[in-house]
T-cell receptor
């Protein structure tokens, strides 16, 4: 089973709101990723967690705050977002850590975020 | 610097005809190469990958891709296109020793298969 789940599917929030996105995988993968994707563009990497530690932050603004409570869960906390942050947010996971030769990333269905 | 190029923004094919979606890459060392497909309002779905071994890689839904090291290409192919293959296709590369497992994506190719 190569399933990554994400909740919620859709989220609408105001610029002063605080919300969180959730991602879960039960494949025993040790690397998890957050991506942002605009319509018909490639995904842009935001964060990478390897063995529950943040290993990459692609200079993402502090209004996005990732959290990895355990090896199966990944959260993205959102605060004071801007309308240009509206996008599809994708979570992915890969086995054996990100530098493993078996590093196929499997993606979740995404959360469609709209910031008003 | 690593990069991936998908030279065609859009590919149009008639149902039943063969399809090719092109991808070329630039990376230091030996690459890991991937193809993903994205249907509207969905996440990326893994199709196939090249790590090592046979240059012809077979994947999901009848897709295959040919790794050509001399031409630094990894074109996606299917012998007979289906209308349901219409989607956005992304090629991606990751250098074997790249820290962090970062994937470098191409800009995407929109495939349209008409009946």
């Amino acid at each position: 089973d190569t399933e990554v789940t994400q909740t919620p599917k859709h989220l609408v929030m105001g610029m002063t709101n605080k919300k969180s996105l959730k991602c879960e995988q039960h494949m025993g993968h040790r690397a998890m990723y957050w991506y942002k994707q605009k319509a018909k563009k490639p995904p842009e990497l935001m964060f990478v967690y390897s063995y529950e530690k943040l290993s990459i932050n692609e200079s993402v603004p502090s209004r996005f705050s990732p959290e990895c409570p355990n090896s199966s869960l990944l959260n993205l906390h959102l605060h004071a977002l801007q309308p240009e942050d509206s996008a599809l947010y994708l979570c992915a996971s890969s086995p054996g850590g990100p530098t493993s030769g078996r590093g196929t990333q499997y993606f979740g269905p995404g959360t469609r975020l709209t910031v008003l | 610097a690593q990069s991936v190029a998908q030279p065609e923004d859009q590919v149009n094919v008639a149902e039943g005809n063969p399809l090719t979606v092109k991808c070329t890459y630039s990376v230091s060392g030996n690459p890991y190469l991937f193809w993903y497909v994205q249907y509207p309002n969905r996440g990326l779905q893994f199709l196939l990958k090249y790590i090592t071994g046979d240059n012809l890689v077979k994947g999901s839904y009848g897709f295959e891709a040919e790794f050509n090291k001399s031409q630094t290409s990894f074109h996606l192919k299917k012998p007979s296109a289906l209308v349901s293959d219409s989607a956005l296709y992304f090629c991606a590369v990751r250098a074997i020793y790249n820290q962090g497992g970062k994937l470098i994506f191409g800009q995407g190719t929109e495939l349209s298969v008409k009946p």
